[in-house]
Each structure stands twice: as C-alpha cells, then as structure tokens.
C-alpha cells in the first residue's frame, strides 16, 4: 500500500465521507429518470485519466476514507479498474456503482478485494416493467443474474430502488432481492434532476434530501465540484482549473453548504413545532450512499 500524507484533521476532506467520481456519461442503459441523462451515445466527458488519478490522490491527501466511482456506467470507462486499484493503493474504500448490465470474468476479482463495496439499481420483479424504465431489453435478466453471482462470490452488495412508474412493482422487487439473499436495500422517489424533470421545470435544490455536501461531494466528468451527483446543476468550481482542497475551502462551497439544509432523520423532533419530521426517502438513487437520511 502506497503511503500519503492526509491533511490536518481542520481540512474539509475531513468532514467529507465520501467523494463520488461521474467518470464518464456513457452508459449501456437510457434509464427514464437517469439524474445525468447518460446513454449509449454519451461521451466519458472532458476529464481525463491523468485528472482523475490527480482528483484520487487528492482525496486521499484529504482523508476521504470513499470513492465512489459511478457514471454512466463506469465500467465502460477504459481506466475504471486502474482508478480504482489506485484509491485501494492510497488505503482508501472503493464504492463501483454499476448497472450490472455487463461483468467481465476478470472483473469479479476486483469486486471481490478488501474495501470494495459493489452497488446496483433494481426496479421491479417483472422483466417488462424492468426494462421499461431502463429502456433496455434483457437488462433485468442480466442485472438478476450478475446479483446473484455477486451474492455468492461473498461480495459486499447494495441495492437502490425508485419508484418510477405508477403502480410499479417496487415492493415486490424488493421482496425479490430480500429472497435473493440481499440485504441492503433502499428505496427512493423520482428526484426531478436531469431526464426526471418535466418539460420547463428548472433545478432546484429543493430535489434533494439534504446529504448534499454533507458528508459526501461530487466531481462530474467535466470537472465541476458539486455537493452530490443530484446537486450536478449547482457547481462551485471545476476541479481542472484548481485543486480539490483548493475548492472544498473557497466561499463558493460555504455558500452551497448553507444553502442546502441538514437532513431529517426518522424520529427527529422539531426543535420549534416539536412535531416528528418525515423522511424524505430511504435514499436517494443511484448511487444509495449518495442521499441516506436513515443512516
């Protein structure tokens, strides 16, 4: 394991627990609500190998214990194995975020290393329904069975559910996945980002469930630092023009953060109504780390 200096417990990476890497916008899948409008004809983005090895390097300096590497589908970036051996180098924890749509043999063995967490969409118990929302044909049957191979290589597995359609089967997806042997899963509603908004609706932070930059931010393949990947239309500055600690201490970040509030969490209690809050969701899809106010 490579050895790096981390930052005074004072920096802001400190207070961050996760840092999610988009490394790419291409993605087999043309999921209806995808947050980031990825599809087969997206590109990997303007940030290059070289600038997401720089980013890595710096979280870890940083003391971020997790990256997430998440697209798209970041398995069809060409360095995704490369990125994430180097955050494992470093001695950070590796989430990959994947549609489960394709595993190569060769890539169980890396899911399966110490520190690496695999994570996943599901939507229904029904093929159809399935490949509806992700608009691809066969996907539940690909997603099903590379879960299940996952689950019995031992490998550390969670999945994220959004309810998309109206009467979807979500309930019994997830008494499906509970069946497969899955034991961590969440569920969400349609957050109105990227191919979820409706025609003329503009972002708004109000979309979110409040983990955004707290505890956890965003790096997109363009570059823009943001406080999650739902938060993508809200960038306080681009990690190629200066560095990521560079970013995480400008007033741009101080002013996101304070715009965004605190998560509520189940039971939390006014402190000037004193009525019970409600959860937003069980968390945010896709990347289920990304927004968990239960946590």
Not at 36 to 44: G, V
Not at 61 to 71: E, R, S, W
Not at 205 to 212: P, Q
Request: proline share 6%; charged share 25%; net charge negative.
């Amino acid at each position: 394991m490579t050895a790096i200096a981390e930052s005074p417990v004072t920096s802001p990476g400190k207070r961050l627990d996760m840092l999610e890497l988009e490394i790419t916008g291409k993605c087999q899948l043309t999921c209806t609500h995808c947050l980031s409008e990825s599809s087969p004809t997206a590109d990997h983005g303007v940030m290059t190998a070289a600038d997401w090895r720089s980013v890595i390097i710096d979280a870890a300096a940083l003391g971020i214990p997790t990256v997430q590497i998440i697209g798209g589908e970041p398995t069809v970036h060409p360095h995704w194995e490369e990125f994430a051996e180097l955050a494992l180098s470093l001695g950070r924890e590796v989430e990959i975020y994947s549609n489960l749509y394709r595993v190569r043999a060769q890539w169980w063995p890396l899911f399966e290393r110490k520190g690496v967490t695999l994570g996943t969409s599901y939507y229904s118990d029904r093929a159809d329904e399935h490949d509806r929302i992700t608009g691809r044909s066969g996907s539940y049957a690909r997603t099903r069975a590379n879960i299940r191979e996952a689950l019995a290589r031992g490998i550390s597995l969670r999945v994220g559910m959004v309810d998309v359609l109206p009467g979807q089967r979500v309930a019994e997806g997830r008494a499906e996945l509970e069946a497969m042997g899955v034991r961590r899963i969440k569920t969400d509603r349609v957050r109105a980002v990227g191919r979820a908004m409706l025609p003329g609706q503009a972002p708004s932070l109000d979309e979110l469930c409040g983990h955004c930059t707290h505890g956890r931010a965003a790096v997109l393949p363009n570059g823009d630092l943001t406080g999650c990947v739902l938060s993508r239309n809200f960038p306080v500055g681009n990690v190629r023009e200066r560095s990521l600690a560079q970013l995480l201490w400008s007033t741009e970040w101080d002013r996101l953060v304070e715009r965004i509030p605190m998560p509520r969490r189940k039971g939390a209690v006014c402190g000037v109504c004193g009525v019970c809050q409600p959860n937003d969701s069980e968390g945010c899809d896709p990347s289920n780390q990304a927004c968990d106010p239960t946590d």
